[in-house]
C-alpha cells in the first residue's frame, strides 16, 4: 500500500506560481511513479505530469510543457510539482497517484490516488 497527500494548492493570479507537493508512505519506492493529475468542472481528469523514483525520468502533458516542472526528493519521500506562468485554464484539482512500472498517462493505470488539492488561476 502506498499513501499519498497533497497539499500547496489556493488562489493565485495568472502569470503566477504555485509549488505542490506530494507526499508518499507506505511500502518501498524503488519502482514506484508518481504521477500529477488534475480535473476541472465538468471535465475528465487529465495528466498533468509523471516522474520515476528511482531514476528521476519525467514526462509532461503537453499543455504544460515548459511552464510545469515534477522533481522528487528521495530523503523526504515527496514529490514537487513547481507550476509557473499559470494561466486560468490551469483551475482545477491536482491529484497526485501512484503505480508501478513505467509512467503512463491513463488515471485508470494508477493504483493509488491523494485527496487532491484546489489550484484557482484568476485572470
Known amino acids: 500500500q502506498v499513501q499519498l497527500a497533497e497539499s500547496g494548492g489556493g488562489l493565485v493570479q495568472a502569470g503566477g506560481s504555485l509549488r505542490l507537493p506530494c507526499v508518499a508512505s507506505?511500502?518501498?519506492?524503488?519502482?514506484?511513479?508518481i504521477g500529477w493529475f488534475r480535473q476541472a468542472p465538468g471535465k475528465e481528469r487529465e495528466f498533468v505530469a509523471g516522474v520515476t523514483w528511482s531514476g528521476g525520468s519525467t514526462f509532461y502533458a503537453d499543455s504544460v510543457k515548459g511552464r510545469f516542472t515534477i522533481s522528487r526528493d528521495s530523503a523526504k519521500n515527496t514529490v514537487y510539482l513547481q507550476m509557473n506562468s499559470l494561466k486560468p485554464e490551469d483551475t482545477a484539482v491536482y491529484y497526485c497517484a501512484a503505480k508501478w512500472g513505467s509512467i503512463v498517462t491513463a488515471t485508470t493505470r494508477y493504483d493509488y490516488w491523494g485527496q487532491g488539492t484546489q489550484v484557482t488561476v484568476s485572470s
Open positions: 507506505g511500502r518501498t519506492f524503488s519502482s514506484l511513479v
